[in-house]
């Protein structure tokens, strides 16, 4: 039988009450064959002794670049290249703020910074601390990073209060560890083709940032009523989750939506078409692929009614509309050297030649032409009915789980990429 590979993990551990439960999951890591080598924070200290953790995996365990006890002159840069993992157990609110701003004001927090390999978090702190929007700012910031987060769940937490906040177990810590590891050396494995083996496609997007709009937008008439559409943001969360489970840093900006976003993705809330398009403008610097996926108004009333409208004895109320900003041209039209730009097409009649018509006037990469009018297809369904076309190619597709055309989308948008 071959020996199973060896991985090189390095645990940080911060200083939490649940820092003893790292000593479990370097025993857990180091049964899969992996070798560990241990970070800790000074607070980290006051919890477990690093003699504890430098018995287990004999070898050094580093506080502080600057101890003098410290065998290596440049610990952090020595330690933070000879992992295949970086995994922190327990992460607290402290080190995800640092981590999140680029703070490396000890140790781990500059192993952290130094490191190329994959991170992955796994949090525990008080109800309180974990939903305060600091911190909340800090792991929608991590997730777009790319920061895996295996998140905290819910129960009586050390300081007595019930809540979410508590370390996830152990064995599910280290069950995560070992998928993403596996997954990275395939990815990793120059003898692997992306044919060879289909769960490659988790990783091929890896590099890429994406920023997808999801969901209906919502215009105020007055403070009661609104002008909105039947998107349920289903679509663009399964584009999301896809291009997420492949690798890319994804941040979806987000408009009225009737289902839950996919974990580890960073969500922007942005409920009219101004504020997408705002939230939109801000995220594009730092994204290389843009998708299109909500469905926009394109119309606004000109004068939001600052207090209820009341009825009249007129049949007829005349509302005055004014056009919203086009986001998808707006971004094709500023777009960066290496932004791919993919838009979708909602239509009812002549889809095709609408959608291709759409990719010309808004300069698009690629355009994902949906017929709304056909049973199992456009809004609010599980499934999708589409043709994606790009200036080369179209591609029909048939009724289909929208997940599943998420990754037929992403597959051309990576066809582009390689052009
Ligand atoms: O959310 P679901 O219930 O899953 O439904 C999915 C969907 C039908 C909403 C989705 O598949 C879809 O087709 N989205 C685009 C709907 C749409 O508004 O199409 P459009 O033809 O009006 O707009 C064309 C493109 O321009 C779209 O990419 C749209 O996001 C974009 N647009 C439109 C207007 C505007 N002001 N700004 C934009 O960015």
């Known amino acids: 039988m071959s020996e199973q590979k060896k991985y090189r993990v390095g645990l940080g551990v911060c200083g939490g009450i649940a820092a003893y439960k790292a000593i479990e999951a370097l025993r857990l890591l180091q049964k899969q064959n992996c070798e560990v080598s241990v970070a800790m924070t000074k607070h980290a200290t006051e919890f477990v002794q690093p003699l504890t953790f430098r018995a287990l995996t004999d070898t050094y365990v580093l ?17 933070s290249q000879n992992i295949d993992l970086l995994l922190i157990v327990p992460a607290t609110a402290n080190i995800l703020a ?7 004001d000890d140790f781990l927090s500059s192993t952290y910074l130094a490191s190329n390999a994959p991170v992955m978090v796994a949090p525990a702190m008080n109800v309180s601390m974990w939903n305060h929007a600091a911190t909340q700012r800090n792991i929608e910031q991590l997730k777009a990073d790319g920061v895996i987060f295996v998140e905290p769940v819910s129960g009586e937490l050390a300081c007595k209060t019930v809540g979410t906040g508590k370390l996830e177990d152990v064995e599910n810590i280290a069950e ?6 596996s997954l990275e050396s395939i990815v990793q494995s120059p003898i692997v083709s992306s044919t060879q083996d289909s769960r490659l496609k988790t990783l091929d997007l890896k590099g890429e940032s994406l920023l ?15 002008i909105s559409n039947h998107s349920s943001g289903k679509m663009g969360f399964a584009v999301a989750e896809a291009a997420q489970k492949r690798g890319a840093k994804v941040t979806v900006v987000c408009g009225v939506t009737n289902v839950e976003p996919p974990e580890n993705v960073a969500v922007v809330k942005a409920i009219s078409a101004q504020e997408m398009f705002d939230a939109v403008m801000q995220k594009l610097p730092e994204s290389s692929v843009f998708i299109g996926a909500a469905a926009v108004a394109d ?12 009825k ?6 005349n509302l005055e509309l004014e056009k919203t900003p086009d986001i998808l041209a707006n971004v094709a039209a500023n777009r960066h050297e290496k932004l791919l730009v993919v838009g979708f097409a909602a239509e009812t009649n002549d889809v095709v030649n609408y959608a291709k018509s759409k990719m ?60």
């Open 63 to 79: 506080v502080d670049d600057y101890d003098e006890s410290n065998p290596d002159p440049i610990a952090h840069i020595n330690f």
């Open 98 to 104: 640092k981590f999140a701003n680029g703070i490396a």
């Open 176 to 181: 995560q560890v070992m998928k993403v590891l």
């Open 212 to 226: 997808i709009t999801v969901g209906g937008t919502r215009e105020a008439i007055d403070p009661v009523r609104f």
């Open 299 to 310: 119309y606004r009333p000109k004068q939001i009614a600052e207090i209820k409208i009341k």
């Open 312 to 317: 009249t004895v007129n049949d007829i109320f």
């Open 360 to 419: 010309e006037k808004k300069n698009l990469d690629l355009v994902v032409a949906n017929d709304i009018t056909q049973k199992g297809a456009g809004f609010g369904s599980d499934t999708n009915i589409a043709t994606i076309i790009s200036r080369s190619n179209q591609i029909e597709l048939p009724l289909m789980p929208k997940r599943e055309l998420a990754d037929k989308i992403l597959d051309e948008v990576l066809k582009l990429r390689a052009k």
